[in-house]
Nanobody, 121 residues
C-alpha cells in the first residue's frame, strides 16, 4: 500500500502561483496529479516517472505548470504559475507501482485525499 498526503493548496488571485506537494510513504513507478472541479470529472494534469524523470502534461497546463520529484524525500511537487480561474479544483496526487506514464486515472490505484486550490479573479 502507498500513502499519499497532499499539501500546499489555498486561495490565490488569477495570475498568481502556488506549489503543491505530495509526500509518499514509499517510492513508486509513476506519480501523477489530477484535479476535479465542482460538477466535473476528475481530469489528468501531469505525471512523472520516478526513475528516468519522464514527464507527461495535459495540454491545458503546458508552459504554466511544472511537475517535479525529490526521490530522497519521496515527494512530488506541482509548481503552478499563471493560474486561471478555470484551474480552481481539488488537486489529487495519485501513484502507481508500474512505471508506465498514463493520463488514465484508472491506472493509478493509490490516491491522496486532495488539496483545494481556489483561483479568484
Amino acid at each position: 500500500q502507498v500513502q499519499l498526503v497532499e499539501s500546499g493548496g489555498g486561495l490565490v488571485q488569477a495570475g498568481g502561483s502556488l506549489k503543491l506537494s505530495c509526500a509518499a510513504s514509499r517510492r513508486t513507478g509513476a506519480t501523477a496529479w489530477f484535479r476535479q472541479a465542482p460538477g466535473k470529472e476528475r481530469e489528468f494534469v501531469a505525471a512523472i516517472r520516478w526513475i528516468g524523470g519522464d514527464i507527461l502534461y495535459e495540454d491545458s497546463v503546458k508552459g504554466r505548470f511544472t511537475i517535479s520529484s525529490d526521490s530522497a524525500k519521496n515527494t512530488l511537487y506541482l509548481q503552478m504559475n499563471s493560474l486561471k480561474r478555470e484551474d480552481t479544483a481539488v488537486y489529487y496526487c495519485a501513484a502507481s507501482l508500474a512505471v508506465q506514464l498514463t493520463k488514465s486515472k484508472t491506472m493509478y490505484p493509490h490516491w491522496g485525499q486532495g488539496t483545494q486550490v481556489y483561483v479568484s479573479s
